[in-house]
Structures are given as C-alpha cells and as structure tokens.
C-alpha cells in the first residue's frame, strides 16, 4: 500500500475557479503534511505546511487536514493560469518523507 | 538564509560510464539529506537520505550509492550507468525528521544513452 495516494488528474478548472485537490495517507501516526508545487521540468517548491486538524490559510491556498479520516487537501481560491502545475502531497511517517505522485492541474484562461 | 546548490543541471552519459551528482547546503548546520529519483510522468522515488556525515540509509536497491563526507555535502554516484537510471534526480534537506518542511535543488536531468 503505498503511504501517500493522490488522483493523478488530470484536472482542469476555468480561471477563477477554485481548484481542489486531495490527498491521503496510510500512517495514522503522521503529525506533518506538505504541498508542494512542481512546475514541468523543475524542482518542487513548498508552499504550504499543516500539522493540526482543521484549515489554514495562505493567500489563496488553504490546506485542510483532517486526521481521524486521513485525508489532507489543497483549495485554489481565484485560480489563475500561472497555477498550472502538478501539485504534490507530502507526509512524514516514521522519519521519512513520503511523496504521492502528483496531481496535475490546468487552469484555463 | 539556507540555500542549496545541487549540480550539473543537465547530464548526458552512455551505458556503463560512472556518474557523480553534488549537492550542499549551505545557512544550516547537520541538515538531513535526500536523495529523490523523478522518472519522467511519475512520482518521487527516495533513494538514499542521511541524518549525519558518513550515515546513510538505502531505501531501493540498485546500482547507485551515496556518500556525505561532510556535514553538508551529499553525493550520488554509480560505477557503471544503466538506461533506466535516466530521470530527474532531486537532492532536498530537512531540519529535524518531524514537523519540518524539505526544501529541493534544482534537480539534474539525466540522460543515460
């Protein structure tokens, strides 16, 4: 099984849109979960970090957690075309980092 | 501010020729280390990760290896380079192994021909 699952897409949403991807997890004792933004053909960069139950927001990014279902997602408020990217899921479980394989998101102008 | 420099940031070998990949960091001090494979369309694949100089931890057997001869530094390296090594490799660090973000290298591209 593997530790960290996402729907690969791809998705696409119009400019504007909110954009919603999801993500679980199979550790129940991950404490540490990440989204990361992959553009094609370079390195993934962070760009928001939850630890506890609920949401948190970021501009236009909230990442919601929810342990009990292990389940963590990703909303894009007033989604704008440089948001094309693959966004990948991120959890720590037993001292590892564990990476799903990305969902790719279109935002069509 | 931390940053971290990884290189070359494209490679073409052929079959069978050694490879060497550099990565440091610099801005921190005993940083963990990783190691991530990218092949094209897929996900990340860990392949090594070290929590100090000269401590490394294999997560896939394969043809590569890992070395940290300083605190931060990290090397890839392989003898003899096959086909399906080709992809996009990622060098990231850490502080801490819990509730502590990754942060990534510009990655290499590599090419086996």
């Known amino acids: 099984q593997k530790e960290v699952e996402q729907n690969s897409g791809p998705l696409s949403v119009p400019e504007g849109a909110i954009a919603s991807l999801n993500c679980t997890y199979s550790?129940?004792?991950?404490?540490?979960f990440f989204w990361y933004r992959q553009y094609s053909g370079k390195s993934p960069e962070l760009i928001m970090s939850i630890y506890s139950n609920g949401d948190k927001e970021d501009g236009r990014f909230t990442a919601q957690l929810n342990k009990a279902s292990q389940y963590v997602s990703l909303l894009i408020r007033d989604s704008q075309p440089s948001d094309s990217a693959t966004y990948l899921c991120?959890?720590?479980?037993?001292?590892?980092?564990?990476f799903g394989t990305g969902t790719s998101l279109t935002v069509i102008p | 501010s931390q940053t971290i420099h990884q290189w070359p940031a494209t490679l073409v070998q052929p079959v069978g020729s050694p490879l060497s990949l550099e990565c440091t960091v610099e801005g921190t001090s005993n940083p963990n280390l990783y190691w991530y494979r990218q092949a094209a369309g897929r996900g990340l694949q860990l392949l090594f990760y070290?929590?100090?100089?000269?401590?490394i931890s294999s997560e896939v057997p394969q043809n590569l290896s890992a070395s940290r001869p300083q605190d931060r530094q990290f090397i890839l390296s392989s003898k003899k380079l096959l086909l399906s090594d080709s992809g996009f490799y990622l060098c990231?660090?850490?502080?801490?192994?819990?509730?502590?973000?990754?942060?990534f290298g510009q990655g290499t591209r590599l090419t086996v021909v």
């Open positions: 550790d129940r004792g991950s404490q540490s």
């Open positions: 991120a959890v720590i479980a037993g001292n590892q980092f564990y």
């Open positions: 070290s929590v100090g100089i000269g401590q």
């Open positions: 990231a660090w850490s502080v801490g192994l819990n509730r502590t973000e990754a942060f």
